[in-house]
């Protein structure tokens, strides 16, 4: 039994298919499946069904995949000795970040964090949260920025920054004239929200405690965009939450309304495997994404709101 048998075992499961698990590998597709029938030779079962199409794990094949994904990422920890030992941060880093961060928080940082490390090849995707953490379990990501806490023991979390919650009230609405805004005066009947599968929606939904019918209602929007949102908003639609981070570029300043202290704020993290791999790397986006967010949110007095509903 070799890594590298274990390593196209992976790759065949993850694609259910031996062509295109031999072309991910760089491998030709009689080599991968020669090591592979080896393997299953070697072990005296069968791991793929190959009578399905697409290729199935077989029962035993299931269990053999988890323990070699350990397998493989724990043989990767040798390279992260060396490299750690060396003082090295380079190499290629995958990393996974909620659509209500990426595009406020990706120009902040990016260019600083590839000027002062010039050896790391990010590759970036913007995933939900569900999609992230699955990811991150199944090594295709090295690490993701997200809101927290996820309450998943398989993964580690470091936070990042703390970001506030805005109110987003068109000229109109019944919250307009205040100056600052109580939770207690949410309605989460006239709050416009994201689709489904966006954390920041949940939050939204928790901080607001109850999620009414809408059956009876004229109409209900959720989009995945915040700036439709806004947009829905000025037409007099209903009003809507903002990350603070959002806010900055908002050109309707008048519709911008803060929250009373503690102002509800959502725990955004760098989070990664318990297995701590390329922790270099993941240390070195911490220090620069922490430095530079440091002076763009300046709230001190703040209630973290969970992403997940209380059940």
């Known amino acids: 039994m070799t890594i590298t048998q274990l390593y196209y075992v992976l790759a065949v499961a993850e694609n259910q298919n031996f062509t295109k698990a031999a072309e991910k590998c760089f491998v030709t597709q009689p080599t991968l499946s020669m090591q592979i029938q080896k393997l299953e030779d070697e072990l005296d079962v069968l791991i793929f069904d190959r009578s399905k199409k697409p290729i199935e794990l077989t029962d035993v094949g299931r269990k053999i995949v988890t323990q070699a994904r350990n397998i493989v990422n724990e043989s ?3 390279q992260d000795i060396v490299d750690q030992q060396k003082g090295f941060i380079g ?3 995958k990393i996974g970040i909620i659509p209500t961060v990426m595009p406020t928080l990706l120009p902040m940082f990016l260019k600083a ?3 002062k490390h010039p050896k790391v090849k990010l590759k970036i995707e913007e995933l939900t949260t569900e999609e992230i953490i699955t990811r991150i379990k199944d090594g295709h990501l090295d690490a993701a920025i997200a809101a927290t806490p996820l309450e998943d023991d398989s993964i580690k979390e470091r936070v990042l920054y703390f970001e506030p919650f805005v109110c987003y009230i068109p000229k109109g ?7 600052k805004i109580d939770v207690s ?3 989460i009947n006239d709050m416009l929200l994201l689709e489904d599968g966006h954390c920041f929606r949940d939050g939204v939904i928790n901080l607001c405690k109850v999620f009414k019918d809408h059956s009876d209602d004229q109409f209900q929007i959720e989009s995945g965009s915040i ?3 806004v947009k829905l908003s000025n037409e007099g639609l209903g009003m809507t939450l903002l990350p603070y981070l959002h806010s900055l570029d908002i050109k309707e300043k008048d519709n911008l309304h803060y929250f009373n202290e503690p102002t509800p704020a959502r725990e955004v993290s760098i989070i990664y495997h318990k297995s701590e791999l390329k922790i270099q790397i993941i240390e070195a986006l911490q220090d620069v994404i922490s430095g530079i ?3 763009a949110i300046a709230f001190q007095d703040v ?3 969970s992403p997940l509903p209380k059940k």
């Open 76 to 78: 990767y920890r040798i």
């Open 173 to 179: 609405h019944r919250l307009h004239e205040n100056k």
């Open 91 to 93: 190499g290629e880093f």
């Open 227 to 229: 700036e439709t949102l």
């Open 293 to 295: 967010i440091r002076g």
């Open 113 to 115: 964090f590839v000027k």
């Open 303 to 305: 209630k973290i709101i």
């Open 185 to 187: 005066d949410l309605d």
